[in-house]
Nanobody, 124 residues
């Protein structure tokens, strides 16, 4: 079992930054790929970013490339999502997930565990 807890969400203005954290407890965090997904009102959950087990490979959806950075600290069992130049369309609940294998993956079906989410709201 892996338990995930997100934090760092909030209300910001367009152009500002936020850093999300996802702390994991339980077994095998350092052997798993991890990812961030988001869900806006009345929309399906979508992939944002992922990172492999050792942090050497990352993947981003096109809309956040160059603005968001995913990273991990295995010693702290934590992943991060640095979000810069935020836009209104980034408003969503952000979820972190733990994949069932070591790779960075953008497919939600490859994730075994999810956190409860943290709200990010970007105003104009």
């Amino acid at each position: 079992q892996v338990q995930l807890v997100e934090s760092g969400g909030g209300l910001v203005q367009a152009g500002e930054s936020l850093r999300l954290s996802c702390s994991a407890s339980g077994r095998s965090f350092s052997n798993r790929g991890m990812g961030w997904f988001r869900q806006a009102p009345e929309k399906e959950r979508e992939f944002v970013a992922s990172i492999n087990w050792e942090g050497s490979i990352t993947d981003y959806t096109d809309s956040v490339k160059g603005r968001f950075t995913i990273s991990r600290d295995n010693a702290k069992s934590t992943i991060y999502l640095q979000m810069n130049s935020l836009k209104q369309e980034d408003t969503a609940i952000y979820f972190c997930g733990a994949a069932r294998n070591m790779a960075a993956t953008r497919y939600g079906g490859h994730y075994d565990y999810w956190g409860q989410g943290t709200q990010v709201t970007v105003s104009s």
